[in-house]
């Protein structure tokens, strides 16, 4: 307990201490929301769609949630380089309350960058449906990054170096997001394109939030959160079993 | 064997133990013992293959082949019970640099399960000890390198394990830490009865220190027993020249350069 508590809190340390990293993080989510949620609001408005920032406010805070839990995970390689993952590797300690301080200390960073967009976005003119449904809403949240910080952890695990970094990007977190359905509706895609956002685990993440904050919900919130339950709960198996492997 | 006080119980074994990373054998068929409360010195010149034994010893490596039981267990399968009876320093970094040199050790005696009221007792004991008690709230990322160094060695004593690996604990650091140093060490181990396994490079440390001595080289074990033992052996009269006369005097080919090699390969030649 004492072993998740103190890796947890070192997470946030780093976190708060990088004011830099803090900021920098904000420059996307800001861009997509006012440059898209502006930029294409009218066209969306056209086709019948209603509020565009009100569509795409859910899915830049699921966006900023997805890169900062990715990036907590992916930190081990870091730390790898670095040394200080010797130093949790040999402790008496299990591996797992390891695995389990580091991804909830990420988990918590990732939240509070996205209860931070949260905020900002009630300049572009946002607010949520129903103020009672907020703290789903942070719950909700807190699910998809505990979900991608443990897949970034599994990522992590196996890669030695920053390598192999742009590819991750590349051709994984920049399709996840693009393909989740934050940028735009699911209905009445093409076929090929269905099937991949139903295979995104973030899909279910941006309709589950859009349920808590907009009241609507493509898939339904009852398989929204199973799916989201199930998937966090596969790769913080696998997650922990790459991570007790590692060897440095 | 026959149980006389100076042969206790190994609390290291080690018997025909090999590491391979792809074509290169780092470590090649060793075998050795350390005896409980014993102070062993691991001596052998750069990519001798220490640090790989060490990392096998401390569960940060699975062996290629061969066996290990240090107190009793085998660090390729009962680790957790492994990585409760060892503390080590090692000899790459290993602190986080945006933590304080405090948080650094609180982290550490938190994962090692040190009380709290001891804990603080020795986190201030060994700030005092490697004179950083006035920086203890500055970032690590802002110290010097020996700086650096001494946080290191600070929080590797901060729990008293029943093994102590100190893998060149002494690079960087002055004269005075270093003096130190090996004064806590050899207090603890004669208090305590722990058992250090050490590697370095400055051959009157070992000496000094090191009640027995193995020399490795090429992954091999090239010599073993007190100081005395291998200058007695080697008919030198201190240490640095039995370490020479052990390993060869040709230049290490990863710290060489090309033309260091060149030379050192033409001169081994020539002896030929
Ligand atoms: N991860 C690795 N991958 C490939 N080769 C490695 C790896 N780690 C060590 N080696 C090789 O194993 C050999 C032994 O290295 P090791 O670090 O054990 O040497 P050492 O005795 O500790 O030397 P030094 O005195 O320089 O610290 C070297 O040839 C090194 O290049
Ligand atoms: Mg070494």
Redesign the interface.
Known sequence: MSTIYILWLRQIKRYLRSRSRIIGSLGQPLLFLFALGFGLGPIYAKAGGGNYITFLAPGVIAMSVLFTSIFSGIEIIWDRQFGFLKETLVAPVPRLAVMIGRTIGGATVALIQGIIVFCITFLAGFHPESWSMVPVAILIMFLIAILFTAIGTAIASVLEDFQGFQLIMNFLVMPLFFLSGALFPLEGLPKAIEIITKLDPLSYGVDALRFSLIGASHFGIGLDITVLGLMTMFFLWLGSTLFARIQV | MTASPSTSAPIIAVKNLTKSFGEIKAVKNISFDVRTGEIFGFLGPNGAGKTTTI?ML?????PTSGEIRLNGFDPAKDQ?SV??S?G?V?Q????????TAW?NL???G????VPKKLRRERMQELLEIVSLSDRKDD?VKHFSGGMKRRLEIARGLLHHPKILFLDEPTIGLDPQTRNHLWNYVTDLNKKENITVFLTTHYMEEADRVASRIAVIDHGVIVAMGSAQDLKTKTQTANLEDAFLKLTGSSIREEDASPIDSLRAHSRMWRKR
């Open positions: 990392k401390t569960t940060l490596l699975r957790a990585r409760q060892f080590i090692f790459d970094p290993s602190l986080d640099d945006e933590l948080e609180e982290l550490h938190v994962l090692y399960g970032l």
